[in-house]
């Protein structure tokens, strides 16, 4: 019996150290996993549960709204799945799917971009002052320019001098886009300024940033200063007029209202889409497969669209 025993405590013990006690990670974690795993609608819980998480990053933001994006498209509810890919790139406008998703999930992501296309994402605008004398207590202006799906509850000011630590600065409450001022406290030393603003969900998570502690923002002593760019569709052609984000267009080509979405923004035409894009590649592969003979010389080819 005693042998038994042993042989027993020393096998939960090779158990216990091949594979050791898996601790629970954060909920998007979890959604990820269960994401993986298929199974669907728990992943779509714990991304829910990840959105109410404090200090949540743009990125695991934009990925929580990428899975529930995917995990409603998978359920069939392709409207709902197209909300929640417009957040997603309300949030990260460049934002792309892996290319391993199949076109039925990802039809609603397409119909959402087209829909975002003549609207504008998050967006911050920061002015830095002309010239300062004194930053104690100094006033910085920001401007939240859009906010499409009236996601932003406050504003915060992040800063540090002569590269010291980053404190928290000012935090505001926002009453949607406009114009918001953040001040610099009056016990602020003397030296370099560097500062970046942080726009922040109902739960703390932080949803855009204007500079950031690796490319800050500076006022430099005597007034010299650095400014980054922050308008994330600086430089980029314009298109269409300006548009409510949240709504779409809402208009035909000649300007009068429309009641149903056009072919090319529902999800039916971008999972076709998807599926002609897959199945042309099997043509291809298919029809040089059945071709035989010698292949050296010029070939004939007929294509035929049915």
Same mark, same amino acid.
């Given at each position: 019996m005693r042998q038994l025993k042993t042989i027993a405590l020393a096998t939960c013990l090779v158990l216990s150290w091949i594979a050791p006690p898996v601790l629970a990670g954060p909920a998007l974690d979890k959604a990820l996993q269960l994401y993986d795993d298929m199974e669907l609608g728990d992943a779509l819980k714990e991304a829910r549960k990840a959105l109410l998480e404090e200090g949540m990053q743009p990125a695991d933001i934009a990925k929580v709204y990428e899975i529930q994006g995917l995990c409603l498209s998978g359920m069939g509810k392709s409207d709902q799945a197209v909300k929640a890919f417009r957040r997603l790139l309300a949030v990260d406008p460049d934002h792309q799917l892996s290319g391993d998703v199949s076109p039925k999930l990802s039809a609603p992501f397409y119909q959402a971009q087209a829909i975002a296309k003549g609207g504008k994402p998050l967006t911050l605008d920061h002015k830095a002052p002309a010239e300062v004398t004194d930053k104690k207590g100094l006033e910085l202006s920001l401007s939240l320019a859009a906010?499409?799906?009236?996601?932003? @509850?406050?504003?915060?000011?992040?800063?540090?001098?002569?590269?010291?630590?980053?404190?928290?600065?000012?935090?505001?409450?926002?009453?949607?886009?406009?114009?918001?001022?953040?001040?610099?406290?009056?016990?602020?030393?003397?030296?370099?300024?560097?500062y970046y603003f942080? *726009?922040?969900? *109902?739960?703390?998570?932080? %949803?855009?940033?204007?500079?950031?502690? !690796?490319?800050?923002? *500076? %006022?430099?002593?005597? #007034?010299?200063?650095? @400014?980054?760019?922050?308008?994330?569709?600086?430089?980029?052609?314009?298109? #269409?007029?300006?548009?409510?984000? +949240?709504?779409?267009?809402?208009?035909? +080509?000649?300007? +009068?209202?429309? +009641?149903?979405?056009?072919?090319?923004?529902?999800?039916?035409?971008?999972?076709? @889409?998807?599926?002609? @894009?897959?199945?042309?590649?099997?043509?291809?592969?298919?029809?040089?497969?059945? !071709?035989? #003979?010698d292949l050296s010389g010029p070939q004939d080819y007929s294509i035929q669209i049915r």
């Amino acid at each position: 019996m005693r042998q038994l025993k042993t042989i027993a405590l020393a096998t939960c013990l090779v158990l216990s150290w091949i594979a050791p006690p898996v601790l629970a990670g954060p909920a998007l974690d979890k959604a990820l996993q269960l994401y993986d795993d298929m199974e669907l609608g728990d992943a779509l819980k714990e991304a829910r549960k990840a959105l109410l998480e404090e200090g949540m990053q743009p990125a695991d933001i934009a990925k929580v709204y990428e899975i529930q994006g995917l995990c409603l498209s998978g359920m069939g509810k392709s409207d709902q799945a197209v909300k929640a890919f417009r957040r997603l790139l309300a949030v990260d406008p460049d934002h792309q799917l892996s290319g391993d998703v199949s076109p039925k999930l990802s039809a609603p992501f397409y119909q959402a971009q087209a829909i975002a296309k003549g609207g504008k994402p998050l967006t911050l605008d920061h002015k830095a002052p002309a010239e300062v004398t004194d930053k104690k207590g100094l006033e910085l202006s920001l401007s939240l320019a859009a906010d499409p799906f009236a996601m932003v @509850v406050e504003l915060r000011l992040r800063f540090r001098v002569a590269g010291g630590p980053w404190q928290d600065g000012e935090t505001v409450t926002t009453n949607g886009p406009g114009d918001y001022t953040l001040s610099l406290p009056d016990s602020v030393g003397e030296g370099k300024l560097e500062y970046y603003f942080e *726009a922040l969900n *109902a739960h703390r998570g932080v %949803l855009r940033r204007v500079g950031g502690e !690796s490319e800050p923002l *500076a %006022l430099e002593p005597g #007034g010299v200063r650095t @400014v980054v760019a922050v308008d994330p569709d600086a430089g980029k052609p314009k298109t #269409g007029s300006a548009v409510d984000f +949240d709504k779409g267009s809402g208009l035909r +080509d000649d300007g +009068d209202r429309k +009641d149903e979405p056009e072919w090319y923004e529902t999800w039916w035409f971008w999972t076709a @889409v998807g599926v002609a @894009v897959v199945g042309t590649g099997v043509g291809v592969g298919v029809g040089v497969a059945m !071709s035989g #003979g010698d292949l050296s010389g010029p070939q004939d080819y007929s294509i035929q669209i049915r």
